[in-house]
Nanobody, 121 residues
Framework: QLQASGGGLVQAGGSLRLSCAASRRTFSTYLMGWFRQAPGKEREFVGS????????NYADSVKGRFTISRDNAKNTVYLQMNSLKPQDTAVYYC????????????????WGQGTLVTVSS
């Protein structure tokens, strides 16, 4: 129901845009989130956006560098990542939930397959 894409290899300071295409069923949920998981680390919240008003929320580690947006007509959510750092290297996942303000992985019900982002120094 969720299909993430757009990952790849980029140099530090560069940019990437990830996309997450949602099915019509997932589209009815309230909140879309992005998470990431680096090797040996827990999955961490990156940011989220509401389908309705487009209200966004970001982790402190990405605030000012990453931007989440959505295209309701295409049922797609985007994660624009600028000024990338080697520590941003991870598998990035999109997820959906009906829980207001959710920022932890277990509160999300539906997950995409993940897309790998590698930032070289």
């Amino acid at each position: 129901q969720l299909q993430a894409s757009g990952g790849g290899l980029v140099q530090a300071g560069g940019s990437l845009r990830l996309s997450c295409a949602a099915s019509r069923r997932t589209f009815s949920t309230y909140l879309m989130g992005w998470f990431r998981q680096a090797p040996g680390k827990e999955r961490e919240f990156v940011g989220s956006i509401t389908w309705g008003g487009g209200t966004t929320n970001y982790a402190d580690s990405v605030k000012g560098r990453f931007t989440i947006s959505r295209d309701n007509a295409k049922n797609t959510v985007y994660l624009q990542m600028n000024s990338l750092k080697p520590q941003d290297t991870a598998v990035y996942y999109c997820a959906a939930t009906s829980r207001f303000g959710a920022t932890i992985a277990r509160d999300y019900d539906c997950w995409g397959q993940g897309t790998l982002v590698t930032v070289s120094s």
